[in-house]
């Protein structure tokens, strides 16, 4: 079943505060096979780590409406900044759902999330291109052809 029209223009509650600490930062890049080094001054922030917001704002999205994350192909992602990500930063990610096509049988729907801090000021917007597929169309069992 496609995803209703109606989505965008959509905002969605801003997900839980998240403080970016040195242990989080540290797991963030070893979940991508790299260590931090955290003995700059000050440590600087990967760039890529608002997208553990995105994504949480992202499944949160995903379980409002019911569409199922196996469905879903990560099309794209980008981030532009108003300024770099700080430890000691306490952020939310505010996802709006901002398209939404259909192509061959997909869904392709545009979000941005907007990663903000403590105070309420813009630190980055992190915009997705999630493609989901609707499930397939139901078969009839055996037992239901010979009826």
């Not at 965008?8 to 998240?18: I, Q, S, W």
């Not at 199922?68 to 700080?86: A, C, K, S, W």
């Not at 939404?100 to 801090?117: H, K, M, N």
């Amino acid at each position: 079943m496609p995803v209703d029209q109606s989505l965008v223009g959509r905002e969605f509650p801003p997900t839980a505060p998240l403080e970016v600490t040195v242990e989080r930062v540290a797991a963030f890049a070893a979940s991508l096979g790299t260590s931090y080094d955290d003995a700059g001054t000050p440590p600087a922030v990967p760039p890529t780590y608002p997208i553990v917001l995105a994504f949480d704002a992202m499944q949160a999205f995903l379980a409002s409406e019911q569409i199922d994350l196996f469905r879903i192909v990560h099309g794209e992602q980008r981030f532009t900044y108003e300024r770099p990500v700080r430890l000691g930063d306490v952020l939310t990610a505010t996802l709006s759902v901002v398209s939404l096509r259909q192509i061959g049988g997909a869904d392709i729907i545009g979000t941005s999330s907007a990663i903000t801090d403590a105070d309420g000021a813009l630190v980055c917007t992190g915009r997705a291109t999630l493609v989901h597929s609707a499930a397939p169309a139901a078969t009839p069992s055996a037992e239901q052809e010979t009826a």
